[in-house]
């Protein structure tokens, strides 16, 4: 994955026009070993509005109109997109088919220690976590958010989606039209960007 202000290109058509961009960084993204966010409404840090201008030029300095940014209703993904609209000149919205997985009471909790109870629900789909919905009900959403997107993208504009994690985590089987899974690998930096 690349860094703020740096793209790496997906896999898919390549005159696609759909950016990915990881929210900003949290408090929780700083913590020497990442604490899981889920849903839990964890503010950007201060540093994070120039990472996300960075970001936000590399989008302008590809040449082309944005048509919209959407984020969820969570400060740190709304801020981010604030930015990034303001930036490059295009209108926000909310759109709460881009939030993240609500992992319920395994949020706050350091990710090394819960991994293995991630991939259990992960690994049966349907199975509720405590104060969270399944894995695949979040999957559901996201794959026809994303496959949606991909139908309304042309080759003449941009639109940006600020997603979480989990997103990123999901969208390699997503992509690929497969069962849900959920790519440890598929993690990039706050505040950086996936051209589609």
């Given at each position: 994955?690349?860094?703020?202000?740096?793209?790496?290109?997906?896999?898919?058509?390549?005159?696609?026009?759909?950016?990915?961009?990881?929210?900003?960084?949290t408090?929780?993204n700083?913590?020497?070993?990442?604490?899981?966010?889920?849903?839990?409404?964890?503010?950007?840090?201060?540093?994070?509005?120039?990472?996300?201008?960075?970001?936000?030029?590399?989008?302008?300095?590809?040449?082309?109109?944005?048509?919209?940014?959407?984020?969820?209703?969570?400060?740190?993904?709304?801020?981010?997109?604030?930015?990034?609209?303001?930036?490059?000149?295009?209108?926000?919205?909310?759109?709460?088919?881009?939030?993240?997985?609500?992992?319920?009471?395994?949020?706050?909790?350091?990710?090394?220690?819960?991994?293995?109870?991630i991939?259990?629900?992960?690994?049966?789909?349907?199975?509720?976590?405590?104060?969270?919905?399944?894995?695949?009900?979040?999957?559901?959403?996201?794959?026809?958010?994303?496959?949606?997107?991909?139908?309304?993208?042309?080759?003449?504009?941009?639109?940006?989606?600020?997603?979480?994690?989990?997103?990123?985590?999901?969208?390699?089987?997503i992509?690929?039209?497969?069962?849900?899974?959920?790519?440890?690998?598929?993690?990039?930096?706050?505040?950086?960007?996936?051209?589609?």
């Open positions: 994955m690349a860094g703020p202000g740096r793209a790496i290109r997906g896999s898919l058509v390549s005159d696609m026009a759909l950016i990915l961009v990881r929210h900003g960084p408090e929780w700083e913590a020497p070993v990442e604490l899981v966010r889920g849903k839990v409404d964890v503010p950007l840090l201060p540093k994070a509005k120039a990472l996300i201008r960075a970001t936000a030029e590399q989008i302008k300095a590809r040449g082309r109109p944005v048509l919209s940014v959407a984020s969820d209703d969570l400060s740190r993904s709304k801020t981010t997109a604030e930015i990034i609209g303001q930036t490059v000149g295009a209108p926000t919205y909310v759109d709460c088919d881009l939030e993240p997985w609500d992992i319920g009471k395994m949020a706050g909790q350091f990710k090394p220690e819960i991994i293995d109870t991939r259990y629900y992960v690994e049966n789909p349907d199975k509720q976590p405590p104060d969270g919905e399944p894995y695949m009900d979040f999957y559901r959403r996201w794959a026809r958010r994303f496959n949606s997107g991909r139908r309304m993208t042309n080759g003449d504009a941009d639109i940006v989606w600020v997603v979480h994690s989990s997103n990123f985590h999901a969208l390699p089987s992509m690929a039209g497969g069962e849900p899974e959920y790519d440890e690998e598929k993690q990039p930096a706050p505040a950086s960007m996936m051209v589609l």
